[in-house]
């Protein structure tokens, strides 16, 4: 990751959008604090999302690229893998609580730090979207449950069931031998994070997920929670989690990465250091796989995680690449 250079001359102008990373304090004698940067171009658009998920980012990449804003983009991407059932880890197709049922949290942010959430959402193919709406339409910022699947009916969302053949089947085999016991596990994470610039150079971002399987009836994971699954703050960048969410809200990772981009480290620096906070409080566990994505207002991206086999998706002008996290916790 290049970090940008700081200049200490105080006559250079500012130029271009000034990035976290790239944000420096120069003292001047007697001369107030300035801040000042090289002049670099920011990548945008631009769009990221955590793991390999080609045909959701292509969708995001469309919209970006015919000059639509980042907000949509990030929606209408993430419902790619919210409508896709072999994703059992997202929307329909997602896997269900430990009594059966699919419950589904999301949430988006925009530019103004507006936002939406839903939490515990049933029978509703896209919550992203019920998120959006919540967003821009309600008073509130989080619906849940019932509530949520009220609102989203009077919004036109169709009801829907979100069990397919196969994850009723193994949710079938599970109960045969699970004793209903919920156990966390390091792999089976396909919970969907995305982040984007648009050419205006203004960030959105969104998540959206079905959880741990077989989780305990009610429970809610990090993924809707602002500042926990996802942060975006148009001045700094944007961040977002996927894995154990329970160590993600502890940690209030994403906001946590966010302004550690704010504090001057980079996208990658910002989310080993989110990473690393978790680890601190979980000595010697190795059960758990976190994830974390970053991008900051240059478009410079980052991504850190506990177990090797974290990815995430990358699609600028510069090309299409799924890049492995190569650098790992444990
Ligand atoms: C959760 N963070 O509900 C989500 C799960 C996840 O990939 O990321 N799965 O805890």
Redesign the pocket.
């Known amino acids: 990751m290049k970090r940008r250079k700081f200049l200490k001359n105080s006559s250079l102008t500012t130029v271009g959008i000034v990035s976290a990373s790239a944000l420096a304090s120069c003292k001047t004698e007697n001369k107030p604090q300035e801040t000042v940067m090289a002049s670099t171009k920011p990548i945008k658009p631009i769009v990221v999302c955590t793991w390999n998920f080609g045909n959701a980012t292509s969708k995001a990449w469309d919209v970006l690229r015919k000059g639509g804003n980042a907000l949509d983009a990030v929606e209408q991407g993430v419902m790619v893998e919210e409508a896709d059932e072999t994703n059992e880890?997202v929307g329909k197709g997602g896997r269900p609580d430990r009594d059966g049922n699919v419950t589904l949290?999301a949430c988006i942010m925009d530019k103004d730090g507006n936002c939406g959430s839903v939490v515990y959402l049933q029978n509703i193919v896209h919550p992203v979207s019920v998120a959006r709406k919540v967003m821009e339409e309600t008073p509130h910022i989080l619906l849940a449950g019932k509530g949520a699947e009220k609102f989203a009916y009077e919004q036109g969302f169709k009801k829907e069931d979100l069990l397919t053949e196969s994850t009723r089947k193994q949710y079938q085999e599970w109960l045969k031998t699970s004793k209903y016991e919920t156990t966390i596990n390091i792999e089976n994470?396909?919970?969907i994070g995305m982040l984007a610039i648009d050419e205006n150079g203004d960030i959105a971002g969104a998540c959206t997920?079905s959880?741990?399987a077989y989780k305990v009836a009610g429970r809610v994971?990090?993924?809707p929670i602002i500042g926990a699954?996802l942060y975006v703050d148009n001045e700094v960048g944007g961040a977002t989690?996927?894995?154990?969410?329970?160590e993600?809200i502890r940690t209030v990772g994403s906001f946590l990465i966010v302004e550690l981009m704010r504090q001057g480290k980079s996208p990658q620096e910002a989310c080993e250091e989110g990473v690393k906070r978790i680890m601190k409080k979980n000595e010697g566990r190795e059960d758990f796989q976190i994830g974390f994505l970053a991008i900051n207002k240059n478009g410079e991206t980052g991504g850190y995680c506990v177990h090797p086999g974290f990815t995430y998706r990358e699609y600028s002008e510069n090309g299409h690449e799924n890049r492995e996290v190569k650098s790992f916790y444990n």
């Open positions: 880890t949290d994470h396909d919970t997920t959880g741990m994971g990090d993924s699954g989690a996927t894995g154990v969410g329970e993600v």
